[in-house]
């Protein structure tokens, strides 16, 4: 386990057995991380979409002796921690600068620097998670404005703050998960995530969806759904306001069967399981450890880094894995998935689910 240097920051230490912070002062001269091995050897305009969801799929458990978490300043605190159901993880990708903001455990969106942090392609990724917070004004002192998720393009920690303290403030106040909804912002060219006709944040090159579809409308939607569902169980939207028409394409059914063949490479159907307690640590069929909270699968017989499009039949919703081990072992079901990838699709408390399987390009 590697070890890095941050400055002027205290470091606690994430125990499972207490449930508790153990906060251990440091010099400023002394920083902790954890470092993960990864690939980031490709242009970032090539690999984005699969080393950002490969990125989240490496980081580390949330409850293990070994992880130790890099805090913020007292001032950026609150002593109301009831409210704060966020969580973000700070980590290197592709030589830039990443934190992935979760909801109640589950991934929502990533926020990406503009600016490379690490020129060596060699280098590892390496993940901290951020101490949580709570309501914009604990972001910074003065007054800290939505405007920062966006502004800021290289300090993609900062972005990830101010989101997660509007998140945690939205909860506190118990607001309506109806109102969040998602447009298109053409003066930007980007997707503006709203609550109450206020911007949250915009999805953009820089802002992706952490299991990310490749496509920015697609990612949009995705990560508005999940807020909706996350802060207060509303439906999900079904399609983006203000999107301008499409251009007419001149054989329309021509056009959408040259998309799905690009995309989805075959469909099965059939009942998903999963995994994680038991086997969270332990060397998967890839060689690779099994975690828990990344969105991985285990599948009998598709190549290992396969993506799948895993939709629950039942309630709609939809996640992409990438096959790291082989199962499961009972022949009634064709896929096995970690907890966090059960967890997104609502899989966790029931066990299993009727699923539909669309394997990817």
Do not use: C
């Not at 966006?150 to 506190?172: C, K, M, T």
């Not at 298109?184 to 969806?209: A, F, M, P, R």
């Not at 499409?246 to 099965?268: E, G, I, L, N, Y």
């Amino acid at each position: 386990m590697n070890q890095k240097i941050w400055g002027g920051i205290t470091v606690s230490v994430l125990t499972t057995v207490l449930g508790a912070t153990i906060s251990i002062p440091v010099s400023s001269a002394e920083t902790v991380t954890q470092t993960v091995t990864g690939n980031s050897d490709a242009q970032l305009a090539e690999e984005l979409p699969s080393s950002a969801t490969a990125a989240i799929e490496k980081l580390p458990a949330q409850p293990t002796p070994e992880f130790q978490v890099a805090e913020f300043p007292e001032q950026l605190r609150t002593a109301n921690t009831s409210e704060i159901i966020t969580n973000i993880y700070a980590y290197e990708l592709a030589g830039r600068q990443a934190a992935t903001l979760y909801v109640r455990s589950i991934p929502v969106l990533t926020f990406l620097g503009s600016q490379e942090i690490n020129a060596d392609p060699t280098k590892d990724i390496v993940a901290t998670e951020v101490e949580k917070i709570a309501t914009p004004s604990s972001v910074a002192p003065g007054n800290a404005t939505i405007s920062d998720a966006n502004g800021s393009e290289n300090d993609s920690i900062r972005r990830a703050q101010v989101v997660a303290a509007r998140i945690n403030e939205l909860h506190g106040n118990n607001v309506n998960a109806e109102s969040i909804t998602v447009r298109w912002n053409g003066s930007y060219k980007s997707y503006s995530i709203q609550v109450n006709g206020q911007e949250l944040v915009q999805v953009d090159e820089n802002t992706i969806l952490p299991d990310t579809t490749k496509d920015l409308a697609e990612d949009a939607l995705q990560a508005t759904n999940r807020l909706r569902r996350l802060i207060g169980y509303a439906p999900p939207l079904k399609e983006i306001a203000d999107l301008p028409p499409a251009p007419k394409p001149r054989t329309v059914q021509k056009v959408a069967r040259s998309t799905t063949r690009r995309r989805v490479r075959s469909q099965m159907r059939g009942m998903a399981s999963w995994y994680g307690p038991g086997f969270h640590g332990r060397r998967t069929a890839s060689g690779e450890r099994f975690n828990q909270y990344a969105l991985t699968a285990a599948h009998r017989t598709l190549r290992f880094g396969t993506r799948v499009r895993v939709t629950n039949m039942r309630n709609g919703r939809s996640v992409i894995v990438r096959i790291n081990d082989r199962g499961p072992h009972s022949r009634s079901r064709v896929i096995d998935l970690s907890r966090a990838a059960a967890r997104v699709i609502g899989v966790e408390r029931s066990g299993t689910a009727a699923v539909r399987l669309e394997v990817l390009y």
